[in-house]
């Protein structure tokens, strides 16, 4: 059974840093590409950045790019998100999705943890 | 970046009836649209993608349809877990994949 676990979500400042961890299992994770999408309180789906399964090629949307930092360590089945700068606006429920094979869509996604970003 | 446009906004519906749900998309995404349900509290959840194709374990009463930037989304006859709301989402041109606003499936 595919799982994804997402960790490290909490409150954090105007400015400051956070982690995510997405601990994954059920599934050869270094064949997969991974995806993180956030959702605002009350808001729709946004997609925020993606890995190759080597990680060897990254994207980020135009909202994060150059605060938010994609990695995988595919020999502990983890992907990463450090998010660096964070505004009001990051506030928001982060979930890893795995991506699936023969569609460039994503199959399952983790139960999400929560990031709110306030003084 | 294509932009996707999901209507109605809310689908008022009764147990056992069906319901038709829109999605249009700013460019042709060729079948490349996938549909997701979600539950308050809960993750989104794959029920459709390549327009047409059921994802695992995902009940016959669910079907998409169409192809280019015109997407339907049908529920033959609406069981109780079934009030939620559903995204469309295009993976045909991506990074990044873009998503519909959602559409609320609720009880009449």
């Known amino acids: 059974e595919v799982q994804l676990v997402e960790s490290g979500g909490g409150l954090v400042q105007p400015g400051g840093s956070l982690r995510l961890s997405c601990s994954a299992s059920?599934?050869?994770?270094?064949?997969?590409?991974m995806h993180w999408v956030r959702q605002g309180p009350g808001k729709g789906l946004e997609y925020v950045s993606v890995?190759?399964?080597?990680?060897?090629?990254?994207y980020y949307a135009d909202s994060v790019k150059g605060r938010f930092t994609i990695s995988r360590d595919n020999s502990k089945n983890t992907l990463f998100l450090q998010m660096s700068s964070l505004r009001a606006e990051d506030t928001a429920v982060y979930y890893c999705?795995?991506?699936?094979?023969?569609?460039?869509?994503?199959?399952?996604w983790g139960q999400g943890t929560l990031v709110t970003v306030s003084s | 970046e294509i932009v996707m446009t999901q209507s109605p906004v809310t689908l008022s519906v009764s147990p056992g009836e069906r319901a038709t749900l829109s999605c249009r998309a700013s460019?042709?995404?060729?079948?490349?649209l996938a549909w997701y349900q979600q539950k308050p509290g809960q993750a989104p959840r794959l029920l459709i993608y390549a327009a047409s194709t059921r994802a695992t374990g995902i009940p016959a009463r669910f079907s998409g349809s169409g192809s280019g930037t015109q997407f339907t989304l049908t529920i033959s006859s609406l069981q109780s877990e079934d009030f939620a709301v559903y995204y469309c989402q295009q993976y045909n041109n991506w990074p990044p994949w873009t998503f519909g606003q959602g559409t609320k499936v609720e009880i009449k």
């Open positions: 890995i190759l399964s080597d990680g060897g090629s990254t």
């Open positions: 999705v795995k991506g699936m094979t023969g569609a460039t869509t994503g199959d399952y």
């Open positions: 059920g599934f050869t994770f270094s064949k997969y590409v």
């Open positions: 460019q042709s995404v060729s079948s490349e």
